[in-house]
């Protein structure tokens, strides 16, 4: 939190040059609207982002498409800013977004799944990926789309006009500088929020306020709709004894636990724990699972029997192995904890990463697992974990992860990708003591999946692993897959008879699977080579973005403005590439993300004054400053993380490779700064940008084919196409 502090207080410093400029007409009070516009355009880009993710499966697939709204909005409001501010209709745009996403939602389609055939999503859409069914239900979810992204497309084109209309007064650096301190704060004040768990109708009052204090409109216009919006957004559309919690990661919903078809049943198994349910999809148990409980005489045979069925599997670990020092990546609301305890562990590290999960399992579990004085309870991301851990155990059990949920605004990656990475594996194997076991417990789903995570589990270890199928609880089929010095030595003999009714399961004969690795950690990503529904929608939604932006793209123009529609698409795929890459490094948690974007916003800071104070020295060595973007791109694509970690300190090689990551874009900056001084329409220039990132955003889909460092390479050939765009004739002005 001081960091944060610190940050702030750094952004808001950044602004003292710049309120005190006497380059222009522009006022103290032109530059102050401009850092609480931008800040309020960047929080509401997150939190569209945030909110959307969380209310409506279908961006489960569709994870860059609130980013690219919002892109396409501003940039379509810089670009009209000469003809009339419509900050005025703000309130009525987001009254829009609010009104129509409860409006999906009492009709069901916060629920609809998109039939895609190349990410597993957790529910049933095979019977819609075939004949003309699909094709009608591609067409409705384009038009469920247009409608959900129009408000936040309308509220950014409006907050836009207004930016716009700012950039043309004041200087076109001062602006810049003042725009992405303004977006500092406001990334970090989003950041700070949602650790803090509002929910998004709390996270729009400040928005809210920022646009009615800086409209012209009358008061009736603001109030009614800012208290309209307010009334939809706050809403809540539950089942009965359903309560909502906001995490940093996922929104989260809690129910008492139920089973059996009798009134009496249903009102027992209330008292044996809760259901957690995260982002619409159920996600896991807390229960009393205890032989003392299942035991009662007060218990029913209908609850004793869904019990049961839970806790075979939680107990399955330890009919293999009776450890007493056991690690739990994924522990969750406390279940495998519980059943380590109660097999005789003596110590537990119990990893999970969703710190509202961890309160919700030392509160509200029933057996209480968390307040053993034999467990550790450590809020991390699993991956950076092992990482960093020097321990041995005789049990490492990954514990069913499964996420939900991605790990940056707006990009590809989840939480647990790199957590079923074969780097990932190898560093548990070695973690574990000469007779130790890890068990990759994990829910069955579709054959490939499970051929996908058996063969990057054979290669980390070289070996086969040895699999278990749990079909016992009739909701949750799961494959647990063992591993270790003892599967490796064979003399792990696990008796049939002796795990009943757990079977033991032949290896699938699928052929070759694509390995899970850190530069392609995609463990849901289906082995389709074309995802044509998919396909389809991205084409639409890139039509109606030319659509909206055509008066900009195809008025006459000259080739520096394609220049910076070019730079904005390379830069957001390269800041989009940085995420994934770092959250190797720092772990996939929502602060190594705002870390990230701050960072680079921070560093654009830097190069933006870099250009103010030394702009007529750099300015005619442009192409030379190209050729050492080209370079540190070259070097950043071809990176190695594992040896450099392998061979220096871990904090030394952490530093070398966020300096190779992140140098690109410092250097990116400086091109940026030296082009947008010299645009004869800052404004213009700033909404191809923007309207550039939208191509950078979308490109960034290509890393599920291609691999997370290739995108360096995409971003290359991006920059080669500024360049050529550029005017790299000397110019000092």
């Known amino acids: ?63 860059t498409f609130p980013l690219v709204t919002c892109y396409v909005g501003l940039g379509v409001g810089f670009a009209g800013a000469k003809e009339k501010s419509y900050l005025n209709l703000a309130p009525f745009a987001i009254l829009q977004l609010a009104a129509f996403m409860f409006m999906c939602k009492m009709m069901g389609f916060d629920n609809y799944a998109f039939p895609s055939v190349s990410v597993w999503q957790w529910f049933q859409t095979d019977t819609l990926l075939h004949g003309q069914m699909m094709w009608v ?31 043309a007064k004041i200087p076109a650096l ?20 949602s650790f803090l768990g509002f929910a998004p109708w709390v996270l729009l009052i400040p928005v809210l306020a920022i646009i009615g204090f800086l409209s012209k409109a009358k008061w009736w216009q603001k109030v009614i709709p800012i208290a309209l919006t307010l009334v939809f957004a706050s809403w809540t559309i539950a089942k009965p004894g359903e309560t909502f919690l906001w995490s940093p990661y996922q929104k989260l919903t809690v129910m008492s636990f139920s089973a059996g078809d009798r009134p009496q049943d249903k009102e027992l198994a209330k008292k044996q724990g809760i259901v957690i349910g995260a982002n619409g999809l159920f996600y896991q148990y807390a229960l009393n699972l205890s032989e003392q409980n299942l035991n009662s005489p007060e ?38 904890v519980a059943a380590a305890l109660r097999n005789g562990a003596e110590h537990v590290d119990a990893v999970d990463i969703d710190p509202v999960i961890l309160k919700l399992g030392t509160t509200r579990h029933p057996e209480r697992p968390y307040d053993s004085p034999k467990v550790r309870q450590i809020c991390d991301d699993a991956r950076d974990f092992l990482n960093t851990t020097k321990s041995k155990y ?108 757990f079977v033991l399961q032949k290896p699938s004969d699928l052929g070759p699977t694509r390995i899970l690795t850190d530069d392609w950690p995609f463990v849901y990503v289906s082995p389709v080579g074309v995802d044509v529904p998919y396909l389809l929608v991205v084409c639409a939604v890139l039509a109606l973005s030319i659509l909206a932006a055509k008066r900009v793209l195809f008025a006459p123009t000259d ?73 540190s791109l ?100």
């Open 137 to 167: 239900y591609v067409l409705l979810f384009v038009l469920i789309l247009i409608i959900l992204l129009s408000g936040p497309f309308a509220a950014m084109a409006c907050i836009g006009s207004r930016l716009g209309q700012l950039f």
């Open 559 to 631: 080739r520096s403005l394609w220049q910076m529609f070019f730079l904005g698409a390379a830069f957001i795929l390269l800041e989009l590439q940085s995420i994934a890459r770092l959250s190797l490094l720092y772990g996939s948690t929502w602060y190594t993300a705002a870390i990230v974007i701050n960072s680079v916003l921070l560093m654009i800071l830097g190069a933006n004054f870099l250009v103010i104070k030394a702009g007529n020295l750099l300015a005619p060595r442009l192409k030379w400053i190209y050729a050492v973007l080209f370079l």
């Open 634 to 733: 070259t070097v950043s694509a071809l990176l190695d993380v594992r040896p450099i970690l392998d061979q220096f300190s871990r904090v030394t090689g952490q530093f070398i490779i966020s300096f190779i990551t992140v140098l690109p874009m410092m250097i990116a900056g400086i091109i940026f700064s030296l082009s947008f001084k010299r645009a004869q329409h800052p404004d213009k220039a700033f909404a191809f940008n923007l309207l550039g990132a939208v191509v950078g955003a979308l490109a960034e889909y290509l890393s599920n084919y291609v691999g997370i460092n290739s995108l360096v390479w995409i971003a290359l050939a991006l920059y080669l196409a500024s360049a050529f765009c550029a005017r790299l004739k000397s110019d000092p002005t």
């Open 174 to 193: 001062n602006a810049y500088a003042t725009d992405i301190s303004g977006a500092v704060f406001g990334s970090i004040l989003f950041s700070v929020c």
């Open 394 to 501: 005789d049990l490492i059990v990954f514990a069913g992860l499964d996420s939900h949920t991605i790990s940056s605004q707006g990009g590809s990656m989840r939480l647990d990708n790199y957590v079923y990475t074969k780097q990932s594996m190898q560093r548990a194997l070695e973690l574990l003591n000469p007779e130790g076991l890890m068990i990759v417990s994990f829910c069955k789903s579709t054959a490939w999946l499970s051929h996908r995570l058996y063969s990057t589990i054979e290669q980390a270890a070289g070996y086969a692993p040895v699999t278990v199928l749990d079909s016992t609880n009739p909701t949750l089929s799961w494959e647990i897959f063992v591993t270790g010095p003892m599967v490796r030595d064979k003399l792990l003999t696990i008796d049939p008879i002796a795990i009943a009714p």
């Open 299 to 336: 218990m029913s045979d209908a609850v004793r029997k869904e019990l049961q069925s839970h806790a075979r599997h939680y107990n399955l670990p330890y009919a293999l192995k009776k450890p007493k020092s056991v690690l739990i990546l994924g522990a969750g609301s406390g279940n495998d």
């Open 1 to 63: 939190m001081p960091g944060l502090i610190a940050a702030i207080i750094l952004s808001l410093a950044t602004m003292v040059p710049f309120l005190t400029s006497s380059e222009s007409l522009a006022t103290k009070q032109d530059y102050a609207e401009l850092f609480v516009l931008s800040a309020a355009s960047l929080f509401f880009e997150l939190l569209v982002i945030r909110w959307l993710s969380a209310d409506f499966l279908a961006f489960t697939v569709f994870k």
